[in-house]
């Protein structure tokens, strides 16, 4: 049996990175990660290793490692209820974590003390929660997050292997081969229904697991917390425009399976100003007929307000300059909504 986190044992985790954030955004404007030698068919090329971070999976499993087309040593972490069995499937839910800190970030949301009773599919009782580990790189993001571990949503070949385009090569993206490859590995347990793959995430996680999902049929849905644009945020030097069927050209993204179903849960003042940048995800997969995001924006109470405070941010890329969304975006980023994990993981059970 898992032991049940308090709020106040959670929060240290990512308050770690928060001090951080809030010095240096406050005089930074959104800094590259490094030139770009030319935007590709599928956006920025990879971007660039410096680590790969280990988990420590308390109360877990580690998975790993496992080296992906990179040469790089994967991981992740898995948590089972006691009644997940081969003769007891259980749903699966992947949760993708924030850019600054590790898959062991799970601990500072409440998602665990849901796994042993809510059901994700009809006849079942719990889930089972895989998490990835990202890799430390570089990043498109305003400083201190223009390095570290997180998930690579700017090079969105996601297409398993590699393929050629123009005569160039393009290899799967890492990161989500790294996630499929997990996911196979949980599957081959036998403890997970096959059918019932569930996606969720926090920041860049929630950036990536937009990504993934409209990459990837077998998802069934995803609930996410405050997500950049996987398709355009801040000084991306390659935005894309995801489409449904071939793009005309390097500026637009086919995704395949733009039918998924999503909820996002984002702040009023998010940092950086965020707030419209979560907004343009729900314009772009409109575009493309995607049933309709569940869109929930909140306030500093964690309650639903409706609107992006515009005292902290009206750039839809995003946006670093504003004081409110380098301060009070910046708390409310960092701080799992609590009280929404229960509506989010309502939602993926309701949309299969």
């Known amino acids: 049996m898992r032991a049940i986190y308090p709020y106040e044992i959670r929060m240290p985790l990512v308050t770690s990175i928060l001090a951080a954030i809030v010095l240096a955004t406050i005089a930074a404007s959104p800094d590259p990660a490094g030139a770009v030698i030319g935007c590709t068919q599928f956006g920025d090329p990879p971007q660039t290793l410096i680590s790969d971070p280990v988990p420590t999976c ?39 974590h ?55 949503n700017w090079y969105r070949q996601f297409s398993p292997g590699t393929i050629t385009v123009g005569g160039q090569s393009y290899p799967e993206n890492v990161d989500a081969a790294t996630i499929d ?22 920041s860049n996680g929630s950036a990536m697991s937009y990504l993934y999902a409209l990459n990837r049929p077998n998802v069934n849905s995803i609930a996410v917390y405050s997500a950049p644009d996987p398709f355009e945020a801040f000084n991306d030097p390659c935005p894309q425009t995801p489409v449904e069927d071939s793009p005309s050209s390097i500026s637009e993204i086919a995704v395949p399976n733009p039918q998924i179903q999503s909820l996002q ?22 575009t493309i007929g995607a049933n309709p995001d569940e869109d929930v924006i909140i306030g500093e109470l964690k309650q639903q307000v409706g609107f992006c405070d515009p005292l902290c941010g009206t750039d839809p890329d995003g946006s670093s300059s504003s004081i409110p969304g380098t301060t009070v975006g910046s708390l409310n980023h960092v701080e ?7 509506p989010m993981l309502t939602f993926l059970a309701t949309h299969q």
């Open 58 to 96: 308390l109360d877990g499993t580690l998975l790993g490692p496992w080296y992906d087309s990179d040469g790089t040593a994967r991981y992740a972490c898995l948590y089972e209820p006691a009644n997940a069995s081969a003769s007891n499937p259980l749903p699966l839910l992947v949760w993708l």
């Open 98 to 152: 924030p850019s600054l800190v590790t898959a062991d970030s799970i601990t500072s949301t409440n998602i665990l003390e849901f796994q042993n009773n809510f059901s994700l599919a009809p006849g079942t009782t719990g889930f089972v929660v895989l998490t990835p580990e990202g890799r430390d790189t570089t990043h498109f993001y305003p400083a201190p997050d223009n390095e570290g571990p997180g998930w690579d």
């Open 181 to 202: 490859y997990f996911i196979s590995v949980v599957q081959a347990r036998g403890t997970v229904l096959t059918g019932k793959t569930f996606v969720s995430g926090w």
């Open 265 to 286: 849960v984002h702040n009023s003042c998010d940092i950086a100003g965020l707030c419209p940048d979560s907004e343009m995800i729900i314009s772009q997969v409109a």
């Open 336 to 342: 799992w909504p609590l009280t929404w994990t229960e």
